[in-house]
């Protein structure tokens, strides 16, 4: 338990940091036979402050019920 709490709170503090991530996609414009055209597009995928701080109070809730159970 004491790891899952740990683990959210690093992701949460990491979605407070960076409030989401990137990534490239390849997508086909024309294909005549052997003749192809793609592009390249990069998306971002936006992730709310808010999924980042309920993540760290999460984490921190999980750690509070791990050490209370001993």
Known sequence: ???????????GLLVL????FSY???KKVVD???I???TKTKET??????AG???ILAGVAVLVASSRKR
């Open 1 to 11: 338990m004491k790891i899952l709490g740990i683990a959210l709170i690093v992701l």
């Open 17 to 20: 940091a960076f409030g989401g």
């Open 24 to 26: 490239t996609r390849e």
């Open 32 to 34: 005549l036979g052997p």
């Open 36 to 38: 192809q055209a793609t």
């Open 45 to 50: 995928v936006p992730i709310p402050p808010l």
């Open 53 to 55: 701080g309920a993540a």
